[in-house]
Nanobody, 123 residues
């Protein structure tokens, strides 16, 4: 049974930083695709960043240069370091995973999802 549990969300002022964590169980992160998605009310969920089993990364244009995705295979944990946060980064952030597969931010490609952690950025 694959389980993904996010943590690290919170409320910050614009320009601040947060680090999200996704603890995975029943799943081996070093071989498989993992990603971060976010959703705000009234909008579709969008891909933010993804990391492949080999460590290749991709980012949405809106977060390039500000967010960094990484993973610790010894802890089976995924991270999202978010710097220079903007109010438009506000949303529920989800961790997602897929067994194998190429690097993508396409939501339908991911099979396993966490419950989400809320990020609120105020101006």
């Amino acid at each position: 049974q694959v389980q993904l549990v996010e943590s690290g969300g919170g409320s910050v002022l614009a320009g601040g930083s947060l680090r999200l964590t996704c603890a995975a169980s029943g799943y081996t992160s070093h071989r498989n695709l993992m990603g971060w998605f976010r959703q705000t009310p009234g909008k579709q969920r969008e891909g933010v960043a993804a990391i492949s089993g080999a460590g290749a990364t991709t980012y949405a244009d809106s977060v390039k240069g500000r967010f960094t995705i990484s993973k610790d295979i010894t802890k089976n944990t995924l991270y999202l370091q978010m710097d220079s946060l903007k109010p438009e980064d506000t949303g529920m952030y989800y961790c997602a995973a897929r067994l194998g597969g190429g690097l993508t931010l396409l939501e339908s490609y991911y099979i396993y999802w966490g419950q989400g952690t809320q990020v609120t950025v105020s101006s």
